[in-house]
């Protein structure tokens, strides 16, 4: 069970980030966590990471508080950070270090057969397409097995084809061995499809506003009305976050303007 | 020039086509060469005519024959060899102390703030200006002359080694602490990777300095070394030996280059800049 406790963050520059966030995300669930730029999901991600520290609050996993990275949180960021100087290979390896050579080889090819990137094991992330290196990091992150997986944005710089192309990847390796999926983004559609339940957030300060259960069968139809239903809902959460003109009690009247502008 | 393809006649043009492709790999480089061939041969001919004497200026088959009768007796290598031990030992310890120093400054702001200044302050003075006060504290012997080379390769080094440490980017260093990297690991598995390319550069600055170095040492007095057939020359009057003192540096300096580079080339192979080679 991953829980965050009134967390809260000021940076040195005086800027409250986060104030009072309060998540609970049991194990095996995916949780998206959505909302206007500036509104500190990132943030967030950041702290439950252990990159950074919250200032206020703690962030607690099965009982252990998170002040540093931790073996059981992977995470994969907005950006593929490969590094250029090892091969794909290398690079899935990268935290199985202290394993065996044996063990480590293993499993990387298993984890880049399990990308459908087997063939790509010797080659350069230069060589690389958007889609294949956010791949590659996908496959770094879960080599270990975490319990907890985070990711930041982590198909935003793709195109959209790629994009659903991967959502579907990753929840395909998330059945695998359901880890605890917290996922940030800014797409609508890629919190529906992917998660269990919405955390809408709003800015100055970042904090949650409103968390939406999507309540979809899996594998989730893009085209049904109840996806729509979901989709809407959450739309209209994110426009009553910004104070956006309020739309009608059951959020079904969403307009299309705001849908578009809420970001 | 019998290395330039002058004349492609036209009806041989079509088959060509494909050739210029070979010939343009063959002869472009090549066309660097016309120029200082073409003056070599130009003065060696003006003095064959006895237009000039080339007494102050040798011509080409003068320096040829100082070079071989130098290499013949043994002296070239005598000569070379001095200056390269010099340079040798010159540079590596302008290396470790640049690299070290370099390394640490870049890693800890707080050190760099506390040191960085100093080192620029020195970094300012032309290092020929130590040479007083290397002969002074060290000797005239061989201590100053390593000394005087070892600070020439030191702030290239340095400066390069600190800026590289500095600038590694943020997001891969995270990569490095999400897998909970030692500072040890940190170092040896994100910032030494990725700050070598920087760093081959640094070592080959600091080397060119180390060439440049050593013929200020040498000059401040030497019984061997490329710097002492210089000064030999000018005393008694050698041009020519000189001028091959100075073909022997260049050609020393182009190989140690080269020589990095190549030592350096296995470990650079996944660049992916706009220089790297594909």
């Given at each position: 069970m991953l829980s965050l406790h009134g967390v809260g963050k000021t940076y040195a520059t005086g800027l409250r980030a986060l104030d009072g966030v309060a998540l609970a995300v049991a194990p095996g669930e995916i949780v998206a966590v959505v909302g206007g730029s500036g509104c500190g999901k990132s943030t967030l991600l950041r702290l439950v990471s252990g990159l950074d520290r919250p200032t206020d609050g703690e962030v607690v996993l099965d009982g252990t508080a998170i002040t540093a990275p931790h073996e059981r949180i992977g995470i994969v960021f907005q950006e593929p950070r490969l590094l250029p100087w090892l091969t794909v290979a290398g690079n899935v390896g990268f935290g199985l270090a202290d394993r065996s050579r044996a063990e480590r080889a293993e499993r990387v090819a298993q984890a880049l057969d399990r990308v459908g990137l087997a063939d790509k094991?010797?080659?350069?992330?230069?060589?690389?397409?958007g889609g294949q290196a956010q791949r590659v990091a996908i496959a770094r992150a879960l080599v270990t097995r975490p319990e907890v997986l985070l990711l930041d944005e982590?198909?935003?710089?793709?195109?959209a084809f790629t994009r659903i192309d991967l959502q579907d990847h990753l929840l395909d390796l998330w059945a695998d061995f359901k880890p605890t999926l917290l996922v940030v983004t800014h797409d609508v559609d890629e919190a529906i499809v992917l998660a269990d339940r919405v955390t809408v957030m709003r800015p100055h300060?970042?904090?949650?506003?409103e968390t939406i259960e999507t309540d979809l069968p899996r594998p989730r139809d893009r085209q049904s009305a109840a996806y729509d239903f979901a989709k809407r809902r959450v739309l209209a959460a994110l426009d009553r976050s910004l104070d956006r003109k309020a739309v009608t009690d059951?959020?079904?009247?969403?307009?299309e303007a705001g849908a578009a502008l809420w970001w | 020039m019998s290395l330039l393809p002058v004349t492609i006649s036209v009806d041989t043009a079509v088959a060509a086509e494909r050739a210029p492709r070979r010939l343009a790999r063959l002869a472009l480089p090549a066309l660097a060469l016309v120029l200082p061939v073409s003056l070599a041969i130009l003065w060696e001919l003006l003095v064959d005519l006895g237009v000039s004497d080339g007494r102050l200026v040798p011509p080409p088959s003068t320096i040829l024959a100082t070079l071989s009768e130098l290499a013949a007796t043994g002296e070239l290598s005598r000569h070379a060899g001095a200056t390269v031990l010099r340079v040798a030992a010159g540079f590596g310890l302008g290396v470790a102390a640049g690299t070290l120093l370099g390394a640490l400054t870049g890693y800890y702001a707080l050190l760099r703030r506390l040191v960085d200044p100093t080192l620029q302050a020195l970094r300012a003075i032309p290092s020929i200006a130590w040479i007083p006060l290397f002969i002074l504290w060290l000797g005239i012997f061989e201590t100053s002359k390593v000394a005087l080379i070892a600070v020439g390769v030191f702030f290239p080094v340095y400066l390069g080694v600190m800026g590289a440490i500095a600038s590694v980017d943020r997001k891969i260093v995270e990569v490095g602490r999400v897998f909970r990297l030692s500072g040890p690991a940190m170092v040896r598995r994100i910032l030494l990777p990725a700050v070598l390319p920087a760093y081959v550069v640094a070592l080959r600055s600091g080397l060119g300095l180390g060439w440049m170095f050593v013929v200020a040492a040498e000059f401040m007095g030497a019984s061997e070394g490329l710097g002492y057939l210089l000064v030999d020359g000018q005393q008694l009057g050698k041009p020519a030996q000189i001028v091959a003192a100075i073909l022997a540096f260049a050609v020393l300096g182009k190989l140690t280059d080269t020589l990095i580079h190549l030592l350096a080339a296995p470990f650079l192979r996944w660049e992916d800049a706009f220089g790297a080679k594909r």
């Open positions: 094991a010797g080659v350069w992330p230069r060589e690389l397409s982590p198909f935003s710089a793709l195109d300060p970042g904090r949650i506003y059951d959020g079904r009247t969403m307009s | -």
